[in-house]
């Protein structure tokens, strides 16, 4: 039986850290995985920031793994606070979208008992809030992405059309000077349309994902108004996002 995707990722990392340089067809013999699931996992364990992918292999580059359910503690506490920061920052009456994730389902478990219009794409949020009696919920349907119950694709974005809304609550993979980037590249394109759907737009994020891109570019920071992030930000990178013209929200952790 193949490896969970998780459980296979968690054993390519460890293999990479203790080696510090393995092969890509060391990897493929060591958890019986095609070439390309190695690839796309060492694109996603690159895009997080544990690994570089280089020519023939990856090298790890990523916190020692003996701390993984520090930072799994710690990543869960943060999460929460930045989340209720983003919260605190939605009005009643007013219309949210948000798109799928674990740092939005939060955001959205925060929301629980606001009067508001929220219109999601991601079904964990839509069944967390269908139960509340002060909120009018619209879920975008589309090919729903069996990894994060997340509708993509031509549907969603069609439907995205016709939706405005005062603020667009989205998390990211990756920020770069050059932008914005996401691990998908149908969730990108309809990430794109919630942007046309909104005033404003908010990000939310942890402070890992500075400086690490991911499998698909979604926009240039411009395209940004808002930025929330745990406390965690360096110095040149709070300069980088306010130079671009984008409000910074550093949340105390």
Known sequence: MSMLLDERRESILKIVENKGFVSLVDLMDSVGASESTIRRDLEYLDGIGQIRRTRGGA????????TFEDR??????????????????IAPGEAVLMDGGTTTLEVARQLAGKQLQVVTNSLPIANLLVNQPKVDLMLIGGFLFPKTGVALGKTAVESLKSVHVRRLIISVGGITEDGLYNSNMLLVETEQQMFAAAEEVIVVTDSTKFGHSALAYLCPLEDVDHIVVDDGITEEWQQVIRDAGIKLTIVET
């Open 59 to 66: 090298a790890y580059v990523g916190e020692s793994l003996s």
């Open 72 to 89: 799994s503690f710690m990543s869960s506490r943060q999460k929460r606070l930045v989340a209720q920061a983003v919260a605190d920052m």
